[in-house]
């Protein structure tokens, strides 16, 4: 199955969020310089706080502050998530410290097009703290994850990965930080290589078509 079929017009991307933004930021950055052919066209945020939002405002991305407290239920929440997305023309959705299980109502709207970046090495260590989790667990590496969204938490088809090692003096900081600057390589380059086009979708594999072109 592959993942994107049109080819002819620039990518747009939403990024939901919920903290700081920093892949967000990663994403912006790659598009502003050359390496990323998309734009990031709108921001959507859970917290009306979030410095994410910030961000967005800096770079005078439409944005916009999402709160499921003021819905009636998750499923009109995320169709309020939808239609924004839907309006500003959005082709891919990335979750970027997006503190939300999503539902069907979003992956109904956007199948295949719909990224994560997890920090670990998946399938181990889904959910929260998956840092503190790899630190109890006592591994010798970790790492992050991208991958495609599906109903399961941090379970869909993973497209890249980056191994960082584990530090006998490691804490959950530290190991956040250095897992945190190959988070902010791959994402850009999983964005990169679905907006030209270079993913196909087989079974629970991701394959690559001429990644390096």
Do not use: W
Not at 17 to 45: F, Y
Not at 65 to 87: D, F, N, T, W
């Amino acid at each position: 199955m592959e993942v994107r079929d049109d080819h002819r017009s620039q990518l747009k991307i939403g990024v939901l969020a919920s903290g700081r933004g920093s892949n967000l930021q990663a994403i912006l950055d790659a598009t502003l310089d050359g390496r990323l052919p998309a734009e990031v066209a709108v921001v959507i945020s859970d917290d009306p706080q979030a410095y994410a939002l910030e961000r967005a405002r800096t770079h005078g991305i439409p944005l916009h502050s999402v709160e499921l407290a003021g819905k009636p239920s998750k499923q009109a929440y995320e169709e309020e998530i939808v239609r924004i997305l839907r309006e500003h023309g959005v082709g891919l959705v990335c979750l970027a410290g997006y503190m939300r299980i999503v539902s069907p109502v979003m992956l109904r709207a956007f199948p295949n097009r719909m990224i994560n970046i997890h920090p670990s090495l998946l399938p181990s260590f889904p959910g929260l703290h998956a840092q503190r989790q790899a630190l109890d667990y006592g591994v010798r590496f970790s790492g992050c994850t991208v991958h495609f969204v599906d109903e399961g938490v941090d379970s869909g088809p993973i497209i890249i990965q980056a191994v960082v090692p584990v530090l006998q003096d490691d804490t959950e900081d530290t190991l956040s930080a250095r897992i945190l600057e190959q988070e902010h390589r791959i994402y850009v380059e999983a964005v990169r290589l679905y907006a030209l086009g270079k993913l196909t979708i087989k079974g629970r594999k991701v394959c690559y078509d001429n990644p390096t072109k």
